[in-house]
């Protein structure tokens, strides 16, 4: 067993495993020998005490709600946390000297990264470790936004890049997603403001031009293709933001063709980025469905619902009454629902002639 | 190779960390290293803040700056800082801008391309005096009128206040240039020890307020690069005592800031005097 994930997976199926048991014996059809039974539940206990031991993970439902507690618990600490550094910093720096300030700014991600290497070597679960990145990060942003200040220093997309840099470093090393998140938030702004720049824009009016974020969107979402060892929970995330850096720029420019680079009839840009985001939004449906990717899908499907009712938006809100425009959202809705029960049905056929089922 | 890395995840970002601070203050000392221009300005050309949060230490000062304009009225306001006279079709041209003369279907405030060059700004010279005879003239113009028994608006009060506020109060550095490179202004405003030259970001719009409208497309300074100025600490202590000044009253400048501009364009304080009351 190599990741958290394939042994939380593997103790998934024992648990399923035996309540499927239990349901069969009760119906019946089917009972293991007093033996068997016994060999079983031994192998089963050594295995999950082993891997708890090793993994730390949720032995049973309780604790995965426990476990679900925590992660919430350890994520509000963490903003916190950093919330607190960012105000106890602007509460005082103006009463330290320049050499002062500039030793507090380095110190203080240092410090904190020391404190987080800390809390990875001796806390197994990592909720700790994972606040301590989340400080770090933290600190390291207020670290050069305030150099900036202090110096009265140029802003520059670089400092995205940076940042970018040290939250992926500490994403891989604690396995949070949170840090991969913020370091993916990180990089779309730094090659947004950078593609800005070659075509001629100034840098902080990145976000005027919607398709700076495209280039990134689709870079980040073959991220996700990559099968990374002992990171399989990393390919979603890196996924789900690859489909929300692009479509929600496309969204944007199907309402609001004054962002574009194109110099081209409003009615062009907007039409052509309303059919770009259903054609889109499908083919992620579609390349998740294939590669059995249930974020894909799920993201994708959220996209096409949202462009869908703004188009019907568009063309009902100011025809039909009230009611009559809900109704239609509502038997919309309805026929998607019986669309994906085909298809799932369709997919689990599929599955049981391959013999998946 | 991955895994030798990631067991020493974090010595390597401890080094980034250091190594990213190390390029910014070896920056800083380039920066400094030689100075472009000292210069002392007051509280009329470098502003306190607005509004100060109570839980911030620190103090930034606003640069004021303007541009000429004809457009005199009681009330010193935002837009004529943006759109000098001088910033017409040819220089915008020379800046590197590709300016239509006609209005397409698709002009509008949002197609505006945004380029950062730099910017001459004049401190006390030729252009505050043109803007100060400017205000006289309406000044004097208006009271004509107002000694003739016209009923009018503005009051002879608010017309002295405008006048009073232009001689005391109001900001004496002009944006009078732009270039595209650094040595261009310094070689054309050579020797002359009043002139800053700053980073500024300049802007086309489509349309939007504009006292010339014989052009569809014209070019506006949307601000400076660096807009704020850090004052380091113990001036900043100084200044946060002094109170808000009042909108509606002439206010004299109660201090003066000695400003360096590094090489890299950068300015920073060297001294804070705190003036007497007048």
Known sequence: MDSKLRAQHRCDQIEAFNEE??????????????????????????????????????ATKTDKQLSRGMRIASFLGALAFAASIFFLFYQYWGLLGTVFQTVVLVASPLISLSITAYLYKKEKSGYFAKIGALITVACFVLNLSMMGVIYNLESSPNAFLLWSVLALGLAYKTQSRLM???????FASFLSARTGTWFGYYWLSFGEKPENFFAPAISIFCMGFINQKHYENFAPTYRIFGIILLLLPILSLSHWSGGSYFDAPRDIIEGTYQVLGFVLASAFMWIGIRNRWNDSVNTGCVFFTIFLYTKFFDWWWDWFPKYLFFLVIALSSLLILLIFKRLRTGINSAKKGEGYV | MFDKIKAKTFPILAVFI???????????????????????????????????????????????????????????????????????????ESLGFTMETEATENDTNNKGVTKERIIALEFNGESYQQMLARVQEWHAELSTEYEAGKERYPTQESIDRRLNKEKFQASRLFAIDAAVELEELQSKYAGKPNIIFAKALISTRGYGYKTNNDVKRFGYIQNLSIETINVPNPFNVTLKNLPQTEYNAVNHPRYLVDLEIGKGLEPFVTDVVILEPE
């Open chain 2, 18 to 92: 250091l190594a990213i601070n190390a390029l910014i203050l070896a920056k800083v000392a380039y920066n400094k290293s030689e100075s472009l221009l000292k210069i002392t300005l007051s509280e009329r050309e470098l502003a306190l803040p607005s509004y100060a949060p109570k839980e911030n230490s620190g103090l930034n000062l606003r640069f004021n700056y303007r541009v000429l304009t004809s457009d005199i009225d009681t009330y010193m306001s935002f837009a004529p800082r943006r759109y000098p006279d001088w910033l017409d079709k040819e220089k915008m």
């Open chain 1, 180 to 186: 991969l998140a913020f370091a993916i938030l990180f």
């Open chain 1, 21 to 58: 048991l239990n349901a069969l014996e009760q119906e019946g059809i089917f009972e293991l020998s007093a033996s068997s039974k016994e060999v079983i539940n031994a192998h089963h206990t050594q295995l999950i005490d082993s891997l708890s031991q090793t993994f730390d993970i949720d």
